[in-house]
């Protein structure tokens, strides 16, 4: 599990993420957004790097597809591993989906790209949204009860990816939207690999 400076640290970056991307979602907020807006209906790309936690372990956690499998991050080393935590009510995050897709495709036999949705009611939302995109490249994983969020500190904004190195250790995250097109987004992915050693 985390370390204590870990957890302390996280704050300052739920503040930053608050204004990079979507709040968490509240008691009682609707969980929609079952087809992906469109680049031109969201807010300009805000995302930012932030490398306070490079080195942190990936957390210890459990992921749960929509059929039932288990997928243990400490025990998915091998490669690197870019994370993407979502939900279908955050339009930043829906925003991405198409551009992680599209790297996920290009990039996939050097980067394992993880896609896991926020949302609470799980599966009953994850499945008509990927079936309404037709993401080809994403897998369709669930923190339904929010054990990861819990395992980084707890709470703060959406969209987050966190890029770890092929031994599970931290490069940065991504704080917010980014245009995952970009080269400069290969560039920064770059860094998990050997080649960039």
Request: net charge negative; with cysteine.
């Amino acid at each position: 599990m985390l370390k204590s400076p870990y957890r302390l640290a996280f704050p300052a970056a739920i503040v930053a993420a608050a204004l990079a991307g979507c709040d968490t979602q509240g008691e009682g907020g609707a969980q929609g957004g079952d087809e992906v807006a469109s680049e031109t209906e969201a807010a300009a790309f805000t995302g930012f790097v932030d490398r306070t936690f490079a080195g942190a372990e990936i957390p210890e956690v459990e992921l749960e597809d929509p059929g039932g499998i288990n997928l243990s991050l400490a025990e998915a080393t091998g490669k690197p591993i870019l994370m993407n935590i979502w939900a279908t009510w955050c339009v930043p995050c829906v925003v991405e989906m198409p551009m992680l897709d599209d790297l996920a495709g290009e990039i996939g036999a050097d980067v394992r790209v993880l896609t896991v949705s926020a949302d609470i009611q799980g599966a009953e939302k994850v499945v008509p949204f990927f079936e309404a995109n037709g993401f080809a490249n994403l897998p369709r994983w669930m923190d339904q009860q929010g054990h990861l969020a819990e395992a980084l500190g707890g709470g703060g904004a959406l969209p987050i990816t966190i890029l770890y190195d092929a031994e599970g250790k931290e490069v940065w995250r991504m704080i917010g939207a980014y245009d995952w097109h970009s080269d400069a987004a290969r560039a920064l992915i770059a860094e998990a690999l050997p080649e960039a050693g």
